[in-house]
């Protein structure tokens, strides 16, 4: 059974740090894209990074570009989003997706695997 486990989110202040982590099971992850989404309340979903199979392409939104990193650990199974000086306005339930192919999209239709979201809140 394909299963994708998020953690690592909570409370923080603005312009402290959170690691989530996107752990994978009943598949070997590596040989897909896997991408981190974010949901805040009453808006769109929207795409925050990605990383390709072997890691060897990533991508951002622009909202999060310099402050976000993305990486993999395929030996774990596991993806990680680091996210530095964050901001009110990255508060969001943030959950990561695994890709129907080995290279990154933005669009929520080419992932076929979801986690189910952890929390993410940026306030003093």
Do not use: H
Not at 5 to 24: D, I, N
Not at 34 to 45: D, N, S
Not at 85 to 93: G, M, R
């Amino acid at each position: 059974q394909v299963q994708l486990v998020e953690s690592g989110g909570g409370l923080v202040q603005p312009g402290g740090s959170l690691r989530l982590s996107c752990a994978a099971s009943g598949f070997t992850s590596d040989g897909y894209a896997i991408a981190w989404f974010r949901q805040a309340p009453g808006k769109e979903r929207e795409a925050v990074s990605c990383i390709s199979s072997r890691g060897g392409t990533v991508n951002y939104a622009n909202s999060v570009k310099g402050r976000f990193t993305i990486s993999r650990d395929n030996a774990k199974n596991t993806v990680y989003l680091q996210m530095n000086s964050l901001k009110p306005e990255d508060t969001a339930v943030y959950y990561c997706a695994s890709s129907r192919r080995w290279y990154c999209s933005v669009s929520a239709v080419d992932f076929g695997s979801w986690g189910q979201g952890t929390q993410v809140t940026v306030s003093s």
